[in-house]
């Protein structure tokens, strides 16, 4: 279960206040695959991260009983001058995992070669990107955050991501953000609409593409206006 509690997240953007998250409030239930809409610069990437806890709501919470992965295939977090192989070392001793385990998982699904037991500053995006969702694979989580993250690398390792991923949802839900529809239709079972600040939740997910697509033909003039308190 994740629930959202008066989540509000303000960014100041040259001189203006923009508000990503207005009070939001929601309830994602236990097991659930959540398609997460919304136009480009909505804010869904920035609400998976506070969902996470890698980024902090200006006011609010997040809470869970169940364990909730960093946004799927992130490599920010990643210490530029540690090898591959001793960042995975040193995520493995944060979320309390066999570190051997995971290094040998991470090496095998990476497919790094030598350049796994080199510094990560000098990985090209691609091979970040194999760290990062090998990492991700590698440890069980009861939710799993998504960005799009299937899109990275080539054929035969989106392939793999997707089907690794799909077996890892056989026993854990999901909050995905995707623009693909049949990728969200596929991995999905509710949706959530992400606009101006606002997100409505519907537990039909054809009811949220629906709506999503409805948002997305209306011309996107300025934001809406911002809470009387936040304004300040």
């Known amino acids: 279960m994740i629930r959202l509690e008066n989540l509000t997240k303000i960014y100041r953007l040259k001189g203006r206040l923009h508000c990503v998250a207005d009070n939001l409030n ?3 239930p236990t097991g659930s695959s959540v398609a997460l809409l919304g136009r480009n610069g909505a804010g869904k990437s920035t609400l998976l991260r ?3 806890g890698t980024v902090s709501p200006t006011s609010g919470k997040v809470l869970s009983n169940g364990t909730i992965s960093w946004p799927v295939g992130f490599a920010g977090s990643f210490h530029p001058e540690l090898t591959g192989a001793q960042n995975v070392r040193f995520v493995a001793r944060i979320y309390g995992v066999d570190t051997d385990e995971l290094v040998d998982y991470v090496a095998d699904f990476a497919e790094l070669g030598a350049h796994y037991h ?3 500053m000098s990985y090209s995006s691609g091979m970040r990107s194999r760290l990062a969702m090998g990492t991700s694979m590698g440890i069980h989580f ?3 955050l998504v960005d799009e993250v299937t899109s990275v690398g080539d054929a035969d390792f989106r392939a793999k991501s997707q089907r690794v991923f799909n077996e890892r949802m056989s026993t854990s ?3 995905v953000v995707s623009h693909s529809m049949p990728t969200i239709r ?4 509710m949706g959530a609409v992400l606009d101006r600040g606002h997100l409505t939740v519907c537990e039909d997910l054809e009811e949220a593409i629906a709506l999503h697509e409805a948002i997305l033909r209306v011309p996107h003039s300025a934001p ?3 809470p009387a308190q936040l304004t300040k």
Do not use: K, L, R, V
Not at 186 to 189: A, F
């Open 224 to 226: 809406a206006a911002q």
């Open 118 to 120: 080199q510094p990560f």
């Open 173 to 175: 839900g999901a909050i």
């Open 50 to 52: 506070m969902i996470a």
């Open 186 to 189: 596929g991995m999905c079972n």
């Open 142 to 144: 009861d939710t799993y």
């Open 26 to 28: 929601a309830y994602f």
